[in-house]
């Protein structure tokens, strides 16, 4: 249960930067919300796998890269999941594009991201 709060955390961190990102560059730089959701969604996969490798699974045993490697494919699942998300929910069902984030942030969190993390990237079993 502690691992599962912290992951939280680490992802409402992640999610916050990942937010910030998405808002300034539609409503400051003028790009379009998917292009900048996805940009939002690096710089938060970046934060979130640092926080996780050391704080959450303690998993600084196992070497970086090949950890690395598990958190960017399933990461790539995680942004087309978050991208797909956003755009339907944004562009079918006319959701504001930060409803639509959040939305698909948190189905994906706590769907895929948690569990992928937890029994794959971070998991010695693999």
């Given at each position: 249960?502690?691992?599962?709060?912290?992951?939280?955390?680490?992802?409402?961190?992640?999610?916050?930067?990942?937010?910030?990102?998405?808002?300034?560059?539609?409503?400051?730089?003028?790009?379009?919300?998917?292009?900048?959701?996805?940009?939002?969604?690096?710089?938060?996969?970046?934060?979130?796998?640092?926080?996780?490798?050391?704080?959450?699974?303690?998993?600084?045993?196992?070497?970086?890269?090949?950890?690395?490697?598990?958190?960017?494919?399933?990461?790539?699942?995680?942004?087309?999941?978050n991208m797909g998300g956003m755009y339907v929910l944004a562009s079918y069902a006319g959701l504001h594009y930060v409803l639509a984030?959040?939305?698909?942030?948190?189905?994906?969190?706590?769907?895929?991201?948690?569990?992928?993390?937890?029994?794959?990237?971070?998991?010695?079993?693999?």
């Amino acid at each position: 249960m502690i691992t599962f709060l912290k992951a939280n955390m680490s992802s409402l961190l992640a999610s916050g930067c990942d937010f910030l990102m998405t808002v300034a560059l539609v409503q400051w730089a003028g790009w379009h919300a998917v292009i900048a959701g996805a940009t939002g969604t690096v710089t938060g996969g970046v934060i979130n796998f640092c926080v996780n490798r050391r704080w959450v699974f303690g998993a600084g045993e196992e070497r970086a890269v090949r950890q690395g490697f598990k958190y960017a494919l399933v990461w790539a699942g995680n942004l087309l999941l978050n991208m797909g998300g956003m755009y339907v929910l944004a562009s079918y069902a006319g959701l504001h594009y930060v409803l639509a984030k959040v939305a698909t942030s948190l189905l994906v969190a706590f769907l895929y991201n948690y569990p992928m993390q937890k029994n794959f990237v971070f998991s010695n079993n693999w």
